[in-house]
């Protein structure tokens, strides 16, 4: 299959301020923001990516615009509404201090598969989604380009953690294990037998061995070379 490159948005205003943004419109990055999704698209700018698909969001699609504006070609760029935040329903835009004094926090860290965010989605159908549209489209881009494909998907923090604990066969319940940081790089590869997760949360380091593909095969014992520079 092809290989996936999650980003989550960079740092925005809500984030620097401790706001729960969710859906809510008008939510940018900020100048930090900015630059760190600019330092993931210079860090991507040497891997030739197929696609680049966004959450609809203004900060995803700012984070998307950033890493595109780095790329050589014109890769395909389409918005899913799939990859979008969680519906939070009441408990967006509200602060995230006051928030951790609700009744509903503690299953939020430790039995997020059971929380259903009140007039608002439920964690498990969040990670049912986000999963199902993630193998869609990387089951299109190797279907259009091949099995050395490569491409981005740029989403939220909650979204891609949900996506992550599915690549690792973690039950959902354990999902808040996986930190995921503005602007960060994981990378997956759906083989034919499993996912493989290659990187988590990575903010810095040359990604430029994506651009040879991975290997299809088993999983090496004892762990293998590794993958190779070009």
Not at 18 to 40: C, F, I, K, N
Not at 128 to 146: P, Q, T
Request: contains cysteine; charged residues 20%; negative net charge.
């Amino acid at each position: 299959m092809a290989t996936l490159i999650l980003v989550r948005h960079g740092r925005t205003t809500a984030n620097a301020s401790g706001l729960l943004a969710g859906r809510a419109d008008g939510v940018s990055l900020d100048q930090v923001g900015r630059e760190q999704a600019a330092l993931t698209g210079d860090r991507l700018a040497s891997v030739p990516v197929a696609g680049v698909v966004s959450s609809p969001l203004e900060r995803c699609q700012e984070t998307a615009q950033l890493i595109l504006e780095r790329q050589t070609g014109t890769p395909h760029a389409p918005v899913d509404p799939d990859l979008t935040e969680c519906d939070y329903g009441q408990w967006q835009g509200r602060k995230l201090r006051d928030l951790a004094t609700e009744e509903l926090w503690p299953m939020v860290q430790t039995q997020p598969s059971a929380v259903v965010f009140p007039g608002g989605e439920s964690m498990a159908g969040m990670q049912a989604r986000s999963v199902a549209a993630i193998r869609r489209h990387d089951a299109a881009f190797e279907a259009a380009n091949g099995r050395g494909a490569v491409w981005v998907a740029v989403s939220h923090g909650d979204v891609i953690k949900s996506i992550l604990a599915d690549a690792l066969g973690m039950h959902l319940d354990l999902f808040q294990r996986i930190n995921v940081s503005p602007a960060s790089v994981s990378i997956v590869h759906y083989g034919a037998s499993r996912p493989s997760v290659y990187a988590i949360n990575t903010e810095a380091g040359d990604l430029s061995w994506l651009s040879n593909g991975m290997s299809s095969g088993d999983a090496a014992v004892g762990g293998g070379a590794g993958q190779k520079t070009p």
